[in-house]
């Protein structure tokens, strides 16, 4: 028979309830009798027999028990992943690499296109034109100078200097559209 049946049973005066944290948490502890609560505090293996058998323990190590059953659980799938992962890793590097290698490339082809491309923007294709009326001024200044140098008949200068001299103003007008901004580029 336990001390705390006997101390019942003999109709020993009872000892005042207390109303804490502990007798409000643990009420079976709390309403031990002073020999058995004496016991709890001086022998470790009635103290872990007691407290072991009570609801909260059992539900307590019942819960510890399911979680450890839980992490054994998640630890095997994770194991059995990790080939999957590691070779989504492995695509992973892989990609980024070549995603790298395209950059580097792109950069490359980019520059390459720019610089092809500026042959044909608008101040090169003004330049350009700009310095085939100058070559035109010059071509008609020569043959000027290769007829008072005595050389062709006045038919066929007058002939290629008009043609020479009509391109030349026709370049030049274009010239001065475009410097008025009257010449749209696309």
């Known amino acids: 028979m336990s001390a705390h049946a006997s101390h019942a049973q003999s109709g020993a005066r009872q000892e005042p309830q207390i109303n804490d944290a502990f007798a409000r948490d643990y009420p079976q502890a709390a309403n031990l009798p002073r020999e058995d609560m004496q016991l709890l505090l001086e022998d470790t293996a009635f103290f872990d027999a007691y407290f072991n058998t009570m609801p909260q323990a059992k ?39 070549e995603a790298n290698d395209l950059k580097v490339r792109w ?25 085939a ?12 100078a290769a007829f008072l140098s005595g050389q062709g008949d006045d038919e066929s200068f007058v002939k290629q200097y008009r043609e ?23």
């Open 59 to 97: 539900a307590y190590h019942d819960a510890v028990e399911q979680k450890m059953r839980d992490n054994l659980d998640l630890a095997h799938k994770s194991e059995a992943m990790k080939p999957e992962l590691e070779r989504l890793r492995e695509d992973t590097a892989r990609l980024f690499n």
């Open 107 to 131: 950069a490359y082809l980019d520059e390459a296109q720019r610089a092809a491309f500026r042959r044909f923007s608008q101040q090169a294709q003004q330049a350009r034109y700009r310095a």
């Open 133 to 144: 009326t100058t070559q035109q001024e010059h071509l008609s200044d020569s043959l000027v």
């Open 164 to 186: 020479v001299r009509k391109l030349y103003h026709k370049r030049q007008v274009g010239l001065h559209k475009w410097d008025e901004g009257k010449v749209v580029w696309m």
